[in-house]
């Protein structure tokens, strides 16, 4: 491997940055997400090769034998394949959960490479065997493991929140709060940071296991505590922020084992989900502060929780309401998690075609936090390749409902609840898209239950609301058929 130099590896990793750029720029609009993920596929594999070959470099595989590349080769291949089995075989509906999954996978890998670090930092060349750490070093090992910690068991509960089928409480939808919550998570923190701190100042050249172990398990206490209180409703956001956590926890990595490539790449992660964190904050009337300390959607949660009431609503079938749109001009289309779980996209877009093909102007109208996860419903609609230039978002096509003949909601609920312009509602101030202006709306639910942030909606009572009740697929395939 004498061909492997420091420069070429520099050259390398500068190469992959720059293909981790392109894949952030591209990811920024469903039109170009493919070649985003393009740019991203190649700059992993550009990272990775070039790790490897420094690995070899390293090692000296000639002189010390194969037996720790051939640990790593084992783990990429094993991981990998458990990885693309994983992408393969998940579906829509439970791709939040598997976004959630991967970010604790992240934070555990710092977690114990934090540890190996302790441990034997001379294998990493930080200081030679005998030679207590560095203060820098210390402290950068107690951020790192500190993240990454909170990233692991938030995002442990996280994952239960998104799944929904477990009976544990805390991985139940419903927010867990109690007496005193805000008051225990600020002691933990001190607790953390002064156990942390004793940990870096530690005297002597043998590692200060004790409040390293200490700040560990609480690190990973306060990553529940945080997690817990949180809503349903605000599940998107926590999606985003535990995104950004993941980036700093593998910069932490990169600084451990002093890897430019993992310092960059999650740099931008981190960046770039604190971003889309604001993003998300802002679509739900949330403070980012608040998000960023794991403090929001409990009070908000609880107060919605409640007896909801019995108003006369009127239903239809889903052939009238292939009559209606048939004979409307214009025509807007609310994705929901509805859409999602009943994977009907595919008869949606068919639908669309047949209605376009009539003369009608249909165009969908997409929230920032629709869905279990930010861009849940882009993917969605992606995936059936409805055209780009048929999708808007909420800000660039609110200002047409009060225009449009037909608004079809399609297991939305939130995100259309004209209760948010009620100062008193627990979502109030949280931008909605604006079908209650519509002429005549379409509703197709399962039932008349109530949404994610558990409030009832006013849309469903309206006089020019139609409720469409049943699964999604089934009720589309019923339009598709009226439609003819």
Known sequence: MDFVTMNMVTMMYLIASVCFIQALKGLSSPA???????????????????????????????????????????????????GAYAAKKVEMTKMPELVAAMHSLIGLAAVCIAVAVVSEPWVFEITKQGVALPFGNRLELFIGTFVGAVTFSGSVIAFGKLSGKYKFRLFQGAPVSFPGQHILNLVIFVALMAFGLMFCFAPGDQPAWTPFIIMAVLAFVLGV?????????????????????????AAGIGFSLNNSMLIIAGSLVGSSGAILSYIMCKAMNRSFFNVILGGFGGEAATAAAGAQEQRPHKAGSAEDAAFIMSNAETVIIVPGYGLAVARAQHSLKELVEKLTHKGVIVKYAIHPV?????????????????????VFEMEDINGEFGQTDVVLVLGANDVVNPAAKDPKSAIAGMPILEAYKAKSIIVNKRSMASGYAGLDNDLFYQANTMMVFGDAKKVIEAMVKAVD
């Open 32 to 82: 170009t997400a493919r070649k985003g993920n393009a740019f991203g596929m190649v700059g992993m594999a550009i990272a990775a090769v070039t790790t490897v070959a420094l690995i070899l470099k390293l090692q000296g595989l000639a002189q010390t034998g194969s037996m720790g590349f051939g640990l790593v080769l084992l783990g990429v291949v094993v991981g990998g394949g458990i």
């Open 225 to 249: 505590l945080i997690i817990i209180p949180i809503g349903g409703a605000d599940m998107p956001v926590v999606v985003s922020m535990l995104n950004s956590y993941s980036g700093w926890a």
């Open 370 to 390: 629709a869905g279990r996860m930010p861009g849940h419903m882009n993917v969605l609609l992606a995936e059936a390749e409805v055209p780009y230039d048929q």
